[in-house]
């Protein structure tokens, strides 16, 4: 039987530039329905004592690196990574003491009175030297940085007050990026990042909070698929936690535009059934996939990183070739939903 558990990642607390404390963080993921959260605040681990269950949410706490550019979600790690090294380097130091990590908003654009340029500059580095047996994340698609992507003086008022208007998606060429990296065998998972700092600012009519946290964590959801449910223990909870994330066990959807709280896409041959993350083999009796997202949604299958089928009703496919499958939905025309692959083996 398979567990989803939806929760979040890439978020900010007091330690840095979030206006709450991790606990506050903790009671607005109950009330908005999730079960995990990773606060990844900048260059520091100062929340780390309150890791752990709180209020029946698991609080994992690790941390961002952030140099001008290149931001890098660092995981698993007890200890900060120097920001100063070259982004090829820091990477290698996160891994270097049994960490993985995630590349932060990649394709970032824009700079405004919002927000600056932090894009991760240098594709060719897409994960530690040493990459065999090795997860590295990409973090398709952004909240905050959507959102200030889109934002220009004329209409930051009108963002502020309709933000589902500043939500584009990810960008087709970070898709095409984890493509071509899943394609060529360097098996990527991909995430979605709600970076949630409920940042307070001044307007005319007085102070405004800028997504609080409670509402940004009914945007971007991270579903993960347990095989068993999540631990009382938390160090155990943890490890379930990052397992399946490394593994590519998820997807994410931004829940704005409605829930998917137990995605269907699965491969099928007789009686052997393959989840997100698998890797079926192609062989004797061949192998379909199924996909359901419910009513009201456009799916689409991406194998090979072209467009392999579409439907806006649950389908099968037939797979005649091995490849990289992976879901995409979409409602009322915008980017709703994302799976990590399939990969399917001669």
């Not at 209020?55 to 900060?80: K, Q």
């Not at 799916?299 to 806006?312: D, E, Q, T, V």
């Amino acid at each position: 039987m398979t567990h989803y558990y939806p929760g979040a990642l890439h978020m900010h607390t007091t330690f840095s530039d979030g206006s709450g404390t991790v606990e506050d963080l903790a009671r607005a993921a109950r009330a908005a329905g999730l079960r995990w959260i990773i606060v990844t605040d900048h260059d520091t681990l100062a929340g780390q004592p309150s890791e752990g269950w709180v209020d029946g949410v698991l609080v994992i706490v690790d941390h961002e690196i952030t140099p001008d550019r290149n931001h890098f979600l660092a995981l698993n790690v007890d200890e900060v990574i120097d920001n100063t090294l070259a982004p090829q380097d820091f990477v290698d130091a996160v891994y270097a003491r049994g960490g993985f990590g995630i590349i932060a908003h990649p394709d970032e654009r824009v700079k405004n009175d919002f927000k600056d340029i932090y894009r991760w500059d240098d594709w060719s580095v897409d994960g530690p030297r040493e990459r065999t047996g090795r997860p590295v994340g990409i973090e398709l698609w952004n909240h905050l940085s959507d959102w200030g992507e889109h934002l220009t003086r004329r209409n930051k008022e009108l963002l502020y007050f309709l933000p589902q208007l500043g939500m584009g998606g990810p960008t087709r060429e970070t898709l095409a990026w984890w493509d071509r990296l899943n394609i060529a065998g360097k098996r990527t998972f991909g995430v979605g990042g709600v970076d949630v700092h409920a940042i307070k600012r001044r307007a005319p009519w007085g102070e405004i909070e800028v997504f609080p946290y409670q509402w940004t964590f009914g945007t971007l959801t991270n579903y993960l698929l347990l095989s068993e449910p999540l631990a009382a223990d938390a160090r155990a909870a943890i490890d379930q936690v990052y397992g399946a994330l490394a593994a590519g066990r998820s997807y994410f959807l931004n829940r704005r535009s409605g829930a998917c709280p137990q995605l269907g896409f699965y491969a099928r041959r007789g009686d052997e059934r393959y989840e997100i993350g698998d890797t079926p083999r192609l062989g004797a009796g061949g192998l379909a996939i199924a996909a359901d997202a419910g009513s009201g949604t456009e799916l689409r299958l991406i194998g090979n990183g072209r467009l392999a089928a579409r439907s806006s009703r649950p389908f099968h496919y037939q797979v005649r070739e091995p490849g990289v499958y992976r879901l995409e939905g979409y409602r009322h025309g915008k980017p709703w939903l994302f799976s990590n692959p399939m990969y399917v083996e001669p």
